[in-house]
């Protein structure tokens, strides 16, 4: 008999007839009910087992985390939960799991401990909803920009240029780093490295989709990046997951259109494709919601956050309004902001950007025409000579979910940049040659898919939403 996974019976559920499932056992209750999950759905199937007419050492292996193969006849369930259950005819135990050593015990863990745990947390319905959510969201990714005739082009992981100029960059070395060969002034000799010179980790696709872009034209990356920002917060990874579209000939308005489209696309698409997930993570989060102070609740549950991100328009507000805003804000005069907000052309805060999009406007925000100076190289010049055609999106409870903008395609004010920004031209050659061969207005940016995941399932640590996190002390398994 074939065997069937749960998704697939479950959709059509053929009463009285015999079926084959195999998964884990979530739990077992009264030496008589299996709640079945083979990760396919989040929900589990009752298997009703004869235990009477078992063998007791059979019945003492149907243990939580336990692997099992089961036939049996499929009939309309007299209990309550659920509509059809398995009336148990052979069981077999494939994996057995102690229940004195077995991590994941059928009761509340906390997610610190699951994280420690992270190579058996996707066996809880919350992980199993939340990493299923992940790979149907990386899906709709692709398919909106297939749909749109976007090629996808995968830009390489190890690099020599520091796409953002922070500097926060891990080393690719083979050299022995307790005897590194030295040059004449006693500095690291990179030249006898694997690749004859310093590399890195990337920080971004993006210069390298711009060379794609300015011939193929609309160009997307999907890839892992890295940074070695020692930011312990609940939304940083050192290696996360970006998609940076770079498309030739828009501007920063097409750029912010295409955005915006994107995000909701992909977002109606998992409340379309995801409903028992998210229905879920919506349960779940009404939950955690309620061990919360009245005044630190959402006001809104997830689906319901979801369908609003959808289908409001996102508001556009430029950087210099927004610092209007700000400065003229309750929390900033009544000193409430860690850092309060006093002139032009300070960086915003993770505060500041959530009073603006939980607070003031309640709603995603996008920022554009940030000051030059706390923005990155390759971002455009406006006429004012103080401010670049610069865009990031903010999301209420996630903060900045996207940063992109129109890149700088003049070579001259390019090249300028680059020296008043003291980056090393040269290693940049080729993405000045763009510059000099039919060099066009382009646009990109990028999009944070772990935050994407965090906003999507309303889970509130980013550590929860990708298989292995790896963040400052940190890189277990
Ligand atoms: O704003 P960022 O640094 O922009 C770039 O890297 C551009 N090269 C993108 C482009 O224009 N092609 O990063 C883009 C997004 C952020 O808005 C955020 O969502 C996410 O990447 N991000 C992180 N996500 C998790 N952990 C981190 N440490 C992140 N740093 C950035
Ligand atoms: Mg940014």
């Excluded at 011939?215 to 070695?228: I, W």
């Excluded at 005069?333 to 915003?348: A, Q, R, S």
Aim: hydrophobic fraction near 40%.
């Amino acid at each position: 008999m074939k065997h069937l996974r749960l998704a697939e019976l479950l959709k059509q559920p053929k009463k009285y007839d015999n079926v084959t499932v195999q998964g884990w056992v979530r739990t077992f209750r009264a030496n008589r009910f299996i709640a079945l999950n083979d990760g396919s759905t989040i929900e589990n199937l009752q298997c009703v087992v004869d235990f009477e007419n078992t063998d007791d050492l059979i019945l003492k292996k149907i243990n939580t985390g336990a692997a099992v193969k089961i036939s049996g006849q499929l009939v309309e369930s007299m209990g309550k939960g659920q509509s059809i259950e398995v009336l148990v005819k052979t069981l077999q135990i494939i994996g057995e799991a102690d229940p004195e050593l077995y991590p994941i015990q059928p009761k509340k863990h906390s997610f610190e401990y699951l994280r420690e745990k992270a190579h058996l947390r996707i066996r809880t319905a919350t992980f199993g909803a939340v990493m299923r959510i992940r790979s149907v969201l990386s899906f709709a990714i692709h398919q909106f920009f297939q749909d749109k005739g976007f090629y996808y082009v995968h830009t390489p992981i190890i690099t020599g240029s520091d796409a953002e100029g922070a500097g926060e960059m891990f080393r690719v070395s083979v050299l022995d780093p307790k005897n590194p060969p030295t040059d004449d002034n006693g500095a690291i000799d990179f030249k006898q490295d694997f690749f004859g010179k310093e590399t890195k980790l990337t920080v971004s696709g993006q210069l390298e989709a711009e060379t794609f872009a300015q011939g193929l034209g609309n160009v997307y990356t999907f890839g892992p990046t890295f940074r070695a920002e020692n930011s312990n917060t609940s939304r940083h990874l050192a290696e996360f997951w970006m998609i940076e579209p770079e498309m030739a000939f828009y501007d920063l308005a097409d750029n912010m259109d295409l955005a915006e489209e994107f995000i909701k696309y992909t977002l109606n698409y998992i409340l379309e494709k995801c409903d028992k997930d998210l229905t879920f993570l919506d349960q779940r989060l009404e939950q955690e919601e309620k061990t919360k102070p009245q005044n630190q609740r959402s006001p809104m549950g997830l689906i319901e956050k979801i369908k609003f991100v959808v289908e409001n328009e996102f508001k556009r507000v430029s950087y210099t309004e927004a610092i209007d805003i700000l400065k003229n804000s309750k929390p900033n005069k009544k000193k409430k902001f860690n850092y309060l907000v006093e002139e032009w052309g300070t960086d915003l805060q993770s505060e500041h950007e959530r009073y603006l999009v939980e607070q003031h406007f309640n709603a995603p925000v996008i920022l554009f025409d940030y000051p030059a100076k706390i923005k990155a190289f390759y971002m455009r010049m406006n006429e004012d000579q103080k401010t670049v055609r610069a865009m990031d999106i903010l999301f209420p409870g996630i903060g900045e979910i996207v940063g992109g903008s129109q890149r700088e395609e003049r070579l001259d004010v390019l090249e300028q940049r680059i020296k008043v920004m003291g980056i090393d031209a040269e290693e940049l050659w080729w993405y000045l040659d763009l510059r000099r061969f039919g060099s066009t207005p382009h646009s990109g940016f990028g999009l944070g898919f772990d935050r994407l995941v965090l906003f999507a399932t309303g889970m509130s640590n980013i550590r929860d939403v990708i298989p292995f996190p790896r963040t400052p002390q940190n890189a277990s398994f």
